[in-house]
């Protein structure tokens, strides 16, 4: 390569980058509407699980699993057509927004981004990645390195949106079982 | 034992003053904040604390007399947000255990660095960084690499972990490109070693720990750098479809040259240029990743005609290139046992001007004053078969097994063992 080094400045100028770090990218009302257009309206709840419940749910996944959640249900003419659940997970070292949809039958929709805030890692808001996670569903593994496929260079922000999406599909499915979210 | 959030709210309300002008997140946590193990820790609003480490055991296997155990290296990072768009981050490393003048151990600072957001479509980092080369340099947590100790290519011909002091610019354009460009310090052959008694290193731990490689000795680690000449590059990596990625990088500047004495000609002044390929697919439980990486540096041969017989001359080039496979065998919420296999050549001297090469004794030398210590002097160039298995506790701790096989210096074949982790 020849000439001065910062000859090769204007290069990344002209390119048309996409990258932000501390970004909002989507509220929580927007994500809704986006995973479940369908919905006419959402009903914010709070529910608890029951803790012989909760401590299955984390044996089964290896996972940690919160008490109690905060579920936006998707209404359309008085019936639930799905459950919307917006959560944070760490990327390498900062939070990661996300939202997962689940709808009636518990097949999952494509997660949505709402917030990133480090400089790398970025690449799990390509529709490509989230959009793997369409029509999973409790069963399915939810893994990176399984039927999930990684980002190589965005491995830790891969694999920790993986496993809160699991653990969303799995707690919205344990309170559909449960009658309390209907 | 406390959360990491509830430990956050505990120091907070601790230290009322620690955090007197929190600033905003970007947005609030819609659920009760969780602890999840392994992951890093933000322990104020804006602090994280994060770290790895990695211990080996190597025991050669025609030599099993230089069987070491070494806490490699154990590494912790220092971030702080300042505002949304104004991150710092830092590593601090102790290599090998003990870091004093007697003994062999460093301690030494990796990452030190501001990401500032200029704009939505462009981040700058300012400080010193790690360059964008290859798999590993951005990404060498034990978790991230089969293998207990990091592959030759890219330790030796890339190095690991590589970083300069500079400005970068980097981002992601159109769908799944992302891009990185920057000036940094450049290379160093002031203090070159062309020669030494005794070989520079005996087995393949030595040979990583030894940092023989062209740009591993001369890159300079912003340590009082010559900062006379400066290096531009450029990278640029596609990763738009699940699970592939494929990539390259390519860096060239000017180097301070070997002195030599006044009466001895010495035109031009060394270039070095470095250039790499990688790819990688990953769909499920499938790894592949092929790497090349080549390199050239100008104007060595009067440094090299100026030191005749030597048994390091620089090199006008070294290339390197890898091919992996990998596959998780076993998965399950907690465990994952991942084989693998990978065949490497090296050639930290690929051709050589005003010089034809090494001249290294033939048949066993002393390798220190003890009587019977004695062993070859290393090639430095080989092919290496490398077959092993990563077995991961979690996610964020591995337990590695590994045995390498040599084609050249055949004395370094071993058995390798390692615990890593990161968080």
Redesign the interface.
């Known amino acids: 390569m020849a000439g001065r080094p910062w000859s090769l400045l204007p290069v990344a100028v002209l390119a048309a980058p996409g990258v932000a770090f501390a970004v909002d990218y989507l509220t929580g009302d927007q994500a809704q509407a986006g995973l479940f257009p369908e919905a006419d309206h959402f009903e914010v709840r709070n529910f608890a699980l029951e803790e012989t419940e909760r401590m299955a749910i984390q044996k089964r996944l290896g996972l940690q699993v919160r008490p109690k959640w905060v579920v936006r249900v998707a209404m359309r003419g008085g019936t639930m057509v799905g459950a919307v659940v917006v959560d944070d997970v760490i990327g390498k070292f900062d939070r990661i927004t996300f939202a997962a949809g689940v709808g009636l039958e518990g097949a999952v929709r494509p997660v949505e981004i709402l917030s990133y805030r480090e400089s790398h890692g970025q690449e799990v808001r390509q529709d490509s990645w989230r959009n793997q996670f369409a029509g999973k569903t409790e069963t399915s593994p939810l893994r990176v390195g399984d039927d999930l496929a990684n980002i190589s260079g965005a491995t830790l922000s891969c694999t920790h949106v993986a496993d809160g999406v699991r653990r969303i599909v799995a707690v919205v499915a344990s309170l559909k079982r449960s009658g309390a979210l209907k | 034992m406390l959360s990491r959030f509830s430990l956050a709210a505990a120091l907070v309300s601790a230290l009322p003053g620690a955090a007197a002008e929190p600033v905003p ?3 609030p ?9 392994g ?2 820790s ?1 322990v104020f609003e804006n602090l ?1 604390i ?1 770290g790895y480490g990695e211990i080996y055991y190597a025991r050669p296997s025609k030599d099993e007399g230089r069987t070491v155990a070494d806490m490699r290296r154990a590494v912790f ?1 220092l ?1 702080y ?1 300042f ?3 104004v ?1 710092f ?1 830092s590593e601090w490393e102790v290599e090998h255990a003990i870091a004093s003048a007697s003994d062999a151990g460093e301690f030494e600072i990796e990452q030190f660095y501001v ?1 500032f ?1 200029a ?5 700058v ?1 300012a400080g010193l960084f790690l360059m964008p080369f290859g ?1 590993i340099n ?2 060498h947590e034990p978790p ?1 690499f089969y293998g207990v100790q990091r592959n030759f290519v890219e330790t030796l011909i890339i190095p690991s972990t590589w970083r300069e002091g500079g400005i970068n ?11 990185s ?1 920057g ?1 940094v310090t450049g290379n160093n052959f002031k203090d070159w070693q062309f020669g030494s008694v005794t070989p520079p290193y005996v087995t393949a731990f030595d040979l990583e720990a030894a940092e023989p490689g062209p740009l591993q000795s001369t890159h300079q680690e912003l340590q009082i750098a010559d900062a006379s000449h ?5 990278a640029l ?1 596609y ?7 494929i990539g390259g990088a ?4 000017n180097a301070t040259k070997v002195p030599l004495p006044a009466d001895v000609p010495n035109p031009g002044q060394p270039r070095v ?1 470095l250039w790499e390929g990688h790819a ?1 697919w ?4 499938l ?1 592949l990743s092929v790497l090349y990486a080549g390199g050239h540096i100008s104007n060595t041969a009067a440094a090299n005609a100026a030191n005749p017989d030597a048994t390091n001359p620089i090199p006008a080039s070294f290339n390197g290139f890898y091919a992996q496979a990998a596959y ?1 065998v076993y ?4 465990f ?1 046992l991942t084989p693998f296999l990978r065949w490497e050549t090296y050639r930290m001297g690929s051709s050589y001007e005003g010089t034809s090469g090494p001249v290294v004794p033939a048949g066993p030398v002393a390798v220190s004053d003890t009587p019977g210590d004695v062993s070859f002097w290393p090639q430095n160039n080989d092919q290496v078969w490398t077959v092993g298995a990563n077995f991961y506790i979690t ?1 964020q701790v591995v337990v590695k097994a590994d045995y390498q096989r040599f084609a050249n210096n055949t004395n370094f074949d071993r058995l390798d063992l390692g615990l890593g982790l990161a968080f």
Do not use: K, M
């Open positions: 997140a970007s947005s946590a819609e659920q009760t904040p969780i602890a999840e193990a992951h890093a933000p994280n994060w990072g971030g947000r505002s949304p768009r991150v981050n990401d957001e704009a939505d479509s462009l981040t980092t798999f951005e990404h991230q610019l980097h981002g992601n354009a159109g769908p799944g490109f992302g891009w460009i000036v400066l290096s531009g590059y450029v990596n990763h738009g479809i699940p699970g592939l990625l390519v860096i060239s500047g240029s990688r990953t769909p499920g439980r790894d998780s998965q399950d919420a907690t994952r996610p």
